[in-house]
């Protein structure tokens, strides 16, 4: 999140208190032939690493690099880094190679078949067809926002349907085919498997929401199809071989009524004008003074197979409304699906869903996608609480269970679910320090980033708890739990991992216990093949380099050993930038980590008439601007990334 629009949206006033891949499709065997694919060997074990890194060495065989203020991505002595997908490089759809253009000149419709701005949550999954899995495969990655003094030449000076469109189109997901040759990452051009996703991409929804009132506007009477996703931040992959990408901060797309209603209210839609995104202007679906239900249709975890460029995105109401950040799954002994979510605003909550159903395996002609097409519409949604003693409980939210009544304003299942923010204030979840993404340990431990929230304590503002204990919390925390039996129970044990922080600054809140490397502001985790947890850190641009981040330089990314605590800086990224997204080859010896936004601007947008005024990277052209894009990192002697 760049703008940390996030933080402005304190909207919960209410008064209660405060595997991640754990069977990566890309480690499964992907069998040829038919339509669609065939994904076998589901479920791998937990522990299904072996043979990277097996060697026995230190989890953390990497020399930590010092924090910096450089426009380059620095990662340790004896890596490499090369810049791949950038904003505005052609997707690889067939006939529609249009070159980026250094002017900001690409049409809407060029900018449809390009890459994406603002990259985020990433997977590198197996190739479809070729069998060496570690040197071809497909990247599916999110396109979080869009900064529209970057993306047009004379950025909003001027405002028409057009540049509204071409906004839209840089926006969502993006599905290339990328291959390896002589050492080298390129982008497979054409490419079947390419596709652009986009914010009027038309999409289904699927789950208990799915054609109920609430989801209903004149364009779609159904309530069942949607035109395009947005803000897509975090991500996460399903054992059957999709794609889960997440909605975050969709209500400031929208134009708000005069008077917000308690709904609106409550999920942070603002009065009238103005609007910063401006696309109500040229597309009136975004201004919920004409169509209240629109928001409603956004907030969700959509759901896309990579290996069929013809389907449709799904959007799986069951797993509930949200400024979703990300959703990391889990698999039951019994093979349901736990899939845990955060959402990303000050005072918001932790949620997992747990499936009705078990997994199935794919058959002949049935890929495991198609075999598990409704498997995440059936099932129940629980918010967490963080109890005193260590202990915490999962809350479900059930129409007709506990405050969940009509009597509160929960007619039916669609409505808790769309109204989740409502349910859980009702049920008492507690209000965490704006949840991020999530992973799980080797040892079933769940990680959750919080990333900050200097509002804890404030004035009018809910006080520390023990799951968020600083006041004025500027350098965010993680918290871990570990569920009582399987994944799906209903308690667990918690602690918190870190207190991210820096020893050398005076207050005492803002040192932090972390044990290596300083950092503040943990967003991105992701858990690897060998164990490590690697955490990436989005300090907002207006925030960096001062005050309690005085002395943490650009954003980065650590590796953590779950095990002992010790945290190692292995990257920074360019000036202004948020390091966003991580996912490595199934041999461990490429990883792709999203850099996203560099040369943010600390005001709303970046100045189109001084594009490279705070950073010129990845190209540092004379003509250039700042292009979010994926970096490869790989060890010069092609050993297994972090040994
Ligand atoms: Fe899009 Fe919460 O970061
Ligand atoms: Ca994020
Ligand atoms: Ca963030």
């Known amino acids: 999140m760049a703008k940390?629009?996030?933080?402005?949206?304190?909207?919960?006033?209410?008064?209660?208190?405060?595997?991640?891949?754990?069977s990566d499709p890309a480690r499964r065997q992907v069998l040829r032939g038919g339509l669609g694919l065939a994904v076998t060997g589901l479920l791998a074990p937990l522990a299904g690493c072996a043979g990277i890194g097996a060697a026995g060495g230190p989890l953390l065989g990497v020399k930590s690099v010092p924090a910096g203020t450089a426009d380059a991505v620095r990662v340790p002595e004896g890596y490499s880094v090369q810049v791949i997908a950038a904003w505005g490089e052609p997707a690889g759809l067939s006939g529609e190679d249009h070159a980026f253009r250094f002017d900001a000149g690409n049409s809407a419709a060029q900018q449809e078949t390009q890459l994406g701005m603002?990259?985020?949550?990433?997977?590198?999954?197996?190739?479809?067809?070729?069998?060496?899995?570690?040197?071809?495969?497909?990247?599916?990655?999110?396109?979080?926002?869009?900064?529209?003094?970057?993306?047009?030449?004379?950025?909003?000076?001027?405002?028409n349907a057009q540049k509204v469109r071409k906004a839209q189109a840089a926006h969502g997901v993006s599905v290339i085919e990328v291959e390896q040759k002589n050492g080298r990452w390129e982008v497979v051009r054409p490419s079947p498997w390419a596709r652009r996703i986009t914010a009027y991409t038309p999409m289904a929804v699927g789950?208990?929401?799915?054609?109920?009132?609430?989801?209903r506007t004149a364009a779609d009477p159904s309530g069942r199809r949607v035109l395009g996703t947005l803000n897509n931040c975090g991500s996460g992959i399903t054992p059957w071989g999709t794609y889960l990408t997440c909605e975050e901060n969709f209500i400031f797309y929208f134009r708000g009524p005069d008077q917000p209603d308690a709904h609106q209210a409550r999920w942070g839609l603002r009065r009238g004008d103005p609007v910063g995104y401006r696309w109500h202007e040229h597309d009136e679906r975004f201004d919920a003074a004409r169509h209240p239900n629109e928001p409603n249709r956004f907030g969700w975890v959509v759901e896309i197979d990579p290996y069929d460029a013809s389907s449709a995105p799904v959007k799986r109401t069951a797993l509930g409304r949200a400024a979703h950040e990300g959703a990391t799954v889990a698999v039951t002994k019994d093979r349901r699906a736990v899939i845990y979510m955060g959402e990303d605003a000050r005072f918001e909550y932790i949620y997992k869903f747990v499936t009705r159903d078990a997994i199935k395996p794919a058959a002949p002609g049935l890929s495991a996608a198609r075999a598990n097409a409704e498997l995440l519409d059936h099932g129940t949604l629980y918010v967490a609480r963080f109890d005193a003693d260590g202990k915490g409980r999962w809350l479900p939210l059930v129409q007709g269970q506990g405050p969940l009544t009509a009597a509160n304003g929960f007619a039916d299942q669609g409505e808790v679910l769309v109204k989740s923010r409502q349910a859980s204030d009702l049920l008492g979840g507690t209000k965490m320090?704006?949840?991020?993404?999530?992973?799980?340990?080797?040892?079933?431990?769940?990680?959750?980033?919080?990333?900050?929230?200097?509002?804890?304590?404030?004035?009018?503002?809910?006080?520390?708890d023990p799951a968020n204990p600083r006041a004025n919390n500027t350098m965010g925390h993680i918290i871990r739990w570990k569920e009582a039996g399987d994944f799906d129970g209903l308690a667990f044990e918690w602690n918190h991992f870190v207190l991210a922080g820096d020893p050398k600054l005076e207050r005492a809140d803002a040192k932090g216990n972390v044990g290596g490397d300083a950092f503040a502001c943990p967003d991105g985790l992701w858990t690897d093949a060998r164990g490590v947890l690697w955490i990436q850190t989005d300090m907002s641009t207006s925030a960096m380099g001062r005050g309690d981040l005085v002395n943490l330089g650009n954003n980065a990314m650590l590796a953590a050993d779950p095990r002992t605590g010790e945290i190692r800086r292995f990257l920074v990224g360019p000036v202004g930038c948020e390091v966003t997204g991580a996912t490595a080859t199934p041999d461990g010896r490429t990883m792709f980590v999203n850099i996203q936004h560099p040369g943010e601007s600390p005001s709303e947008r970046s100045d189109p008439d001084n594009p490279r005024r705070f950073s010129n990277w990845p190209d540092q052209r004379p003509d250039g601007r700042p292009r979010s894009a994926t970096v490869v990192i790989r060890k010069n002697d092609g050993g297994v990334i972090g040994t």
Not at 5 to 22: A, G, L
């Open 4 to 22: 940390d629009f996030s933080t402005m949206e304190d909207s919960n006033r209410s008064s209660n208190p405060s595997i991640h891949d754990v």
């Open 118 to 159: 603002h990259h985020d949550g990433i997977h590198f999954f197996r190739h479809p067809l070729t069998p060496a899995a570690s040197t071809a495969g497909l990247l599916v990655m999110n396109h979080e926002y869009a900064d529209d003094g970057l993306l047009h030449t004379d950025g909003m000076k001027t405002w």
């Open 207 to 215: 789950g208990p929401a799915a054609g109920h009132a609430l989801l």
């Open 433 to 464: 320090d704006r949840p991020e993404w999530i992973d799980i340990d080797r040892q079933g431990w769940v990680y959750c980033t919080l990333t900050n929230n200097s509002n804890r304590g404030g004035p009018n503002m809910p006080g520390t």
